[in-house]
């Protein structure tokens, strides 16, 4: 891992801890969640952020952020997050509490009846 992704990681895990996300290990990177629902995801190429489809053209207003392509294909209310916009401590906290809005919109996830 490189700087920028140990220094992003240890950033969002501050604020995973004062939130009470759950850290998992995917995606290449590692992703943070709000009851079983996926807030952001960070990797070295910078950070996915679930903002949900209502937030969505809001957050690609900024000149860092782009349409989260996954295998060719545009994925609604998800957004990548450039380093260069990820830098200050404000602009990592605006790009979560966006992510946080739309979490806290959905519903918890079960697993076979059980909380995740």
């Known amino acids: 891992m490189d700087d920028f992704a140990t220094d992003l990681l240890a950033r969002l895990r501050l604020i995973a801890v004062r939130e009470g996300l759950e850290e998992k290990r995917m995606f290449g ?3 943070f969640y709000l009851d079983g629902n996926m807030v952001c995801c960070a990797s070295k190429t910078g950070m996915m952020a679930r903002v949900g489809k209502a937030q969505e053209s809001t957050a690609l207003e900024n000149p860092h952020a ?19 916009g990820l830098k200050r401590d404000a602009d990592l906290e605006a790009w979560v509490a966006m992510a946080l809005v739309n979490a806290r ?7 076979d009846g059980v909380w995740v």
């Open 105 to 111: 919109s959905l519903p918890p996830k079960t697993k």
């Open 66 to 84: 782009a349409p989260f392509m996954r295998t060719g294909r545009r994925m609604g209310g998800l957004v990548e997050v450039a380093p260069e």
């Open 29 to 31: 990177g590692h992703s």
